[in-house]
DNA sequence: AAAAATCTGTTGCAAAAGCAACAAAATTGA
DNA sequence: TCAATTTTGTTGCTTTTGCAACAGATTTTT
């Protein structure tokens, strides 16, 4: 997926797409009600963050490279202030979905592979999506990091799966209570299901 | 978003579609690892199923007219059997993520709509999940049921919403117990929180 | 219209999870 | 490099949840 061929070749008369630098912390951008922005982060970190009323903060998401956000995928009301900040430095594309939603009449080709790319990413945001609400469809602890290691386990093909976000964030990221986990995970190793060293995680059934 | 027109004009030499009815009951498909199917709903409702390894059905998501669905949105693996089973007489347009992917060498319009199309489907599925995703990350019961409710009436832009589903399927949804979820529930109106007519609920707050 | 199946509502009890608070280890950055 | 911050690991206690088992109401099927 190159998205800088696109960028260079597209027609600017029928597509306004920009391409944007961040610095680590910066604001990439705030979700506006009614708006629908898209971007596709081309290289760096960043993280979909929430303030809740009592000014707790909260990582919705993070995205990697070839990750698309925005408030076209996020509903938005007025209740919550959701923005996306930098965790690296980031590439940013940049533009509205009215912009490119039909073909222009230029006909140009690289509009329709634009769309055609969009496609195929929203699919696989889709199927991440699918990832996520399976392991926190699951009840306990327990069963939702089995179900998360097995995930990690099987798009690795190993056994041995390294966690990709500090225990902190692998709480946030199954939505529990990071000592409940802790223990859990305590539990999980004295039973003999997993063993465990620094961020890498073995399963030994 | 017609997609019988789209059906009607689109060149069979670049696309293969086939439009299918079914019958309530009947499977409309099985899921299959490395094939990328797509199904859009054109009339009638479905429901994704799982059995597990202890041969619990699971319903794992329901459809709707417009919605999308096939493998090609979900981490499928030979452990679980996935199939999608209509729930009322449907109609589906079916086809293969590849065979629509790029486009034809004919340049023919309808391709180009059927993709623009697709996208916007699934931008929308993306929503959908996210806004699952939202209330499944919640903690408490409690906090489940009132953020379901309060997405309901920010769609319905209305203090009372009216409940989808059974309760039964309404906690298969929040992914809790059900007679948990009926104290909770109980719980709610008893503090003022709500108040419950059938399947219609108030928000009081 | 009767029988079967599903859904709603309720409860006691056991298990799991959250909360709070702390110390030690590791990492960051000034 | 040393101080500050973040992460990891642990535990006692409380609250919430799940489980099991009912009975009654409602809906569907025959």
């Known amino acids: 997926m190159d998205f800088n061929e696109i960028l260079n070749n597209i027609n600017e ?9 961040f610095k ?3 604001i990439i951008t705030y979700y506006i009600e009614n708006r629908k922005q898209i971007c596709i982060l081309i290289s760096g970190k960043a993280d979909l963050i929430r303030y809740d009323k009592d000014g707790n903060k909260d990582i919705i998401e993070n995205y990697n490279v070839n990750d698309i956000f925005g408030e076209t995928f996020y509903p938005v009301n007025t209740n919550n202030e ?5 965790t690296e430095n980031c590439e940013v594309l940049i533009f509205l979905y009215e912009d490119i939603k039909m073909k222009c009449k230029n006909n140009c080709k690289y ?4 769309i055609s790319s969009l ?6 945001k889709s199927v991440h999506q699918n990832s996520r609400i399976e392991i926190l469809s699951k009840r306990t602890i327990r069963e939702k990091l089995l179900s998360y290691f097995s995930i990690l386990s099987t798009t690795s093909s190993s056994k ?8 902190t964030n692998l709480a946030d990221y199954l939505s529990v209570d990071r ?3 802790m223990r859990e995970i305590k539990n999980l190793i ?4 997993i063993s465990k060293n620094k961020n890498k995680i073995k399963i030994l059934y």
Chains 1, 2 share one sequence.
């Open 160 to 167: 041995t799966v390294i966690l990709p976000f500090s225990l």
């Open 82 to 86: 959701l923005f996306v900040q930098a």
């Open 190 to 193: 004295t039973e003999g299901f």
């Open 119 to 124: 496609l195929e990413l929203v699919i696989n």
């Open 13 to 21: 008369n029928c597509v306004k797409i920009q391409k944007k630098n």
């Open 179 to 181: 000592s409940a986990m």
């Open 24 to 26: 680590k912390g910066d």
């Open 111 to 114: 509009h329709q592979i634009l």
